[in-house]
Nanobody, 115 residues
Framework: QVQLVESGGGLAQPGGSLRLSCAAS????????MSWARQAPGKGLECVSG????????YYADSVKGRFTISRDNAKNTVYLQMNSLKPEDTAVYHC????????WGQGTQVTVSS
């Protein structure tokens, strides 16, 4: 059974940091590119960051470039998103995604940035 379980969300103040984790199981994690996407209230899904299966390349949306860092540990079947200098507009549900021959999604973790 494929599972992607996100954790690490919560409430942060503007300028603060959070680290999201996504633990994967049920498929060959090291073969899949991974990404993080977010959905803010009343808005569509936005892909904010991605990483190749071997970690050799990464992608960042302009809205998070220089503030967020994606990484993965294939030995632990886990992908991370380090989020620094958080802004209120980063408030959203953050979803983990695995894509290769198939496309898998996690349930998401809420991130709220507010003073």
């Amino acid at each position: 059974q494929v599972q992607l379980v996100e954790s690490g969300g919560g409430l942060a103040q503007p300028g603060g940091s959070l680290r999201l984790s996504c633990a994967a199981s049920g498929f060959t994690f090291s073969s899949y590119a991974m990404s993080w996407a977010r959905q803010a209230p009343g808005k569509g899904l936005e892909c904010v960051s991605g990483i190749y299966s071997d970690g050799s390349d990464t992608y960042y949306a302009d809205s998070v470039k220089g503030r967020f860092t994606i990484s993965r540990d294939n030995a632990k079947n886990t992908v991370y998103l380090q989020m620094n200098s958080l802004k209120p507009e980063d408030t959203a549900v953050y979803h983990c995604n695995a894509h290769y021959y198939n496309n898998f999604w996690g349930q998401g973790t809420q991130v709220t940035v507010s003073s």
